[in-house]
């Protein structure tokens, strides 16, 4: 069940995105970042997450989507879902100076970091 835990999440988050439903679908990039952050620095972790995540969504033609949740059992297993235009928006997205910040800032934070690239069977949203 654990290991569905993020594709029942990613499904739940792609029927809240209505860019998604209106879009060409197979173009896109998308990766699950699954992520363990250290309990003591779990705050900090989030607060980084916020900035570099809303800066990136608000900033970056590129990026479509991207949401972060948490295991209610496990607060320090964060998974982030993120959807990109296509693998060259990816690209550029790892290389601005937020995203760069945010590595920088968490990198001491971050006990683990699993990336997996993802395609979609179908996205659908209201």
Do not use: W
């Amino acid at each position: 069940m654990k290991r569905l835990l993020p594709i029942i999440i990613l499904a739940a988050f792609c029927t809240m995105t209505n860019q998604l439903a209106a879009q060409d679908t197979h173009a896109y990039y998308m990766r699950i970042a699954r992520i363990v952050v250290d309990s003591v620095q779990l705050e900090n972790y989030r607060s980084a997450l916020r900035e570099g995540i809303t800066t990136a969504v608000r900033t970056e033609p590129g990026v479509i989507s991207l949401s972060a949740v948490y295991d209610k059992s496990q607060p320090t297993h964060v998974t982030v879902f993120e959807v990109y235009a296509d693998e060259d928006a990816y690209k550029t997205h790892i290389q601005t100076a937020h995203f760069l910040k945010y590595k920088a800032t968490v990198q001491k934070m971050v006990k683990s970091l699993e990336l997996t690239d993802v395609a979609p069977i179908t996205l659908a949203a209201k």
